[in-house]
Every structure is written in structure tokens, then in C-alpha cells.
């Protein structure tokens, strides 16, 4: 069984014995046209913000798509696929490749990271993208497209909010002065945890808070804003971008049970100051777990 002093940030596949790392001069050109495209779409997406909708349902009632989701999606598949036809897509709306591992050079995208948000809303919403090389996360790109707030990140180059870059996370965070992103879920009757641990949590706590975007809940652990978010249920392309921005700061992300995240599968998620981690994955999660 791992250990709690083992518990890192990193994906199943992160490996250098079996996988090589993409050169940073390729990281670079790569990140600045993502960037491009990224902001583009943004334009975009501000300038119709006000058009009609067509809005359709997936996995159920609240799962929502909206045109602008696909319209969103196929933009970067577009762009990704005629000037790097060698890469591949995993994106959430069906403009993508079959993607079987991540070997190779992979775009996770989520066009519209909180959907509900920008239907009900026309804010709190964001662009999603992770840039993966052989399973290592090489660029992440969160943009909070009404806020026009780019963050950013990447490998071993720091993370930004647009064109500051973000401190590394405090040493000095103690769970009971912590802010954390936590949706409703956790504290209602469920199949994963005994909501009354979870309750405990919330009154343990200083504050919690949920936006409706993984995505952008991420980013404000990243910032510091929030000390930790956690997720029930996951989708590769919700939280990959994440997952960089907030490795280069030196926070950490795994599953709830402390394993490593597996991105070619959905996922429960537990991404925060390392000086939390063990806490929040010991007192509560696993004493809690059903």
C-alpha cells in the first residue's frame, strides 16, 4: 500500500525510463501557438456571447452542450490538425481522436469548462488545454474568457496569470485556516464517502467555495486563492491543464485515494498544498471511504 509521505503529483504514465521529453525549444513554439489559438477562440467566444443558442443534454439533464461547445471544439481541432497532423486530440466533444494511450503528442482539450456557468451565467467558464508528450505534461492553458485571464504553464518553467508569474504555494497552509473547492455532492448521501466525514470537513475548514468549473478551481489553487479542490468525478480534459499549471507551482494532485491520476479515464480528484494533502486524504477520505 502507498504510503501518505509517497503521495505525488504526477499521471500513471509519467515514466523517463520508457518516455522521452520534448525539447524546450519545441515546448516553447508549441505553447506560444497554443496560446494564439486559445486567445482567438476566446475573441470569439466573447463576441457571440449574446447570440441564441442551441442547447442539448448528454449524460443527463445538467449535462449540457451548447453550439458553442462544439463550434469551440472544432476550431482547435481544426488549427491542430492542420498544422501539426502528427498530433493527436482528446476532446470532450467528439472532434477528436480514439485515444488508447498517451504516447505521442496529445491536445486535452475541454472547449467550454463549465457549461452551465456559461449558459445560466455568461461568466465563470474557461478554456481547457493540456499539452501531453508520452504521458508528461508539457503546457497548460487555462483562460477565464470573460475575465480575460490567461494562466499558464510550462514543464519546469513556472506558472503565470497572463503575464505575472504565480509564487510557489506557502509552507505554512494548516488545514483549519484553509480555503477549499468543494461542491454540494460531498456532503449529500453518495457511493464514495461518508458524507458526515465530509461534513467534518467542511466545519474543519475555514471556508468553502464552488464556481462550477474545474477548470478555473485549479487555476485558484495554483494562485493560492484556494488551498485545495476536490472532485468527485472528473474527465481527463477537465483537469490536465490543471494538473501543469499547479505541478510548477509545487502543489500536488491525485486521486482521492492518493494514487496517481490516470488521464485516459474519469477520475475522482484531490489537487492542493502539498502541506494539506496528507490530512485532508487520511482524517477524511479514507476514514470516510464506504
Same mark, same amino acid.
Given at each position: ?132 508528450? %508520452?504521458?508528461? $505534461? ?10 480575460? /485571464?490567461?494562466?499558464?504553464? !510550462?514543464?519546469? @518553467? ?96 491525485? %486521486?482521492?485515494? $492518493? ?10 480528484? /484531490?489537487?492542493?498544498?502539498? !502541506?494539506?494533502? @496528507? ?12
Amino acid at each position: 500500500m502507498t504510503s501518505m509521505s509517497q503521495f505525488v503529483s504526477m499521471t500513471v504514465y509519467e515514466d523517463s525510463r520508457r518516455h522521452t521529453l520534448m525539447e524546450q525549444s519545441t515546448r516553447q513554439a508549441l505553447f506560444k501557438q497554443a496560446r494564439e489559438w486559445v486567445l482567438e477562440a476566446g475573441r470569439t467566444i466573447r463576441e457571440k456571447i449574446d447570440d441564441p443558442l442551441v442547447i442539448d443534454t448528454k449524460s443527463n439533464e445538467n449535462d449540457l452542450v451548447t453550439t458553442m461547445d462544439k463550434e469551440t471544439e472544432q476550431f482547435f481541432a481544426s488549427k491542430i490538425k492542420g498544422k501539426y497532423p502528427g498530433h493527436l486530440l482528446f476532446g470532450e466533444e467528439g472532434y477528436g481522436d480514439k485515444i488508447e494511450s498517451l504516447d505521442g503528442t496529445i491536445w486535452i482539450v475541454d472547449p467550454i469548462d463549465g457549461t452551465m456557468n456559461f449558459v445560466h451565467q455568461k461568466r465563470n467558464f474557461a478554456i481547457s488545454i493540456g499539452i501531453y508528450h %508520452d504521458g508528461i $505534461g508539457e503546457i497548460g492553458l487555462i483562460y477565464d474568457v470573460m475575465g480575460d /485571464v490567461l494562466y499558464h504553464a !510550462q514543464r519546469n @518553467s513556472g506558472a503565470y496569470k497572463n503575464n505575472q508569474q504565480l509564487k510557489q504555494l506557502s509552507f505554512s497552509v494548516d488545514l483549519r485556516e484553509s480555503i477549499l473547492g468543494l461542491n454540494h455532492f460531498w456532503l449529500c448521501e453518495n457511493s464514495l464517502v461518508d458524507e458526515r466525514v465530509m461534513q467534518r470537513l467542511v466545519r474543519t475548514v475555514r471556508g468553502t467555495r464552488s464556481t462550477g468549473s474545474a477548470a478555473l478551481e485549479m487555476a485558484y489553487v495554483a494562485e493560492g486563492v484556494f488551498d485545495g479542490y476536490l472532485a468527485m468525478r472528473l474527465s481527463p480534459w477537465d483537469i490536465a491543464a490543471g494538473m501543469v499549471i499547479i505541478n510548477e507551482v509545487g502543489g500536488v494532485t491525485t %486521486d482521492r485515494h $492518493g494514487h496517481p491520476i490516470n488521464l485516459l479515464e474519469k477520475t475522482s480528484l /484531490v489537487t492542493c498544498n502539498k !502541506q494539506i494533502q @496528507s490530512t485532508i486524504l487520511k482524517e477524511f477520505l479514507e476514514k470516510g471511504k464506504k
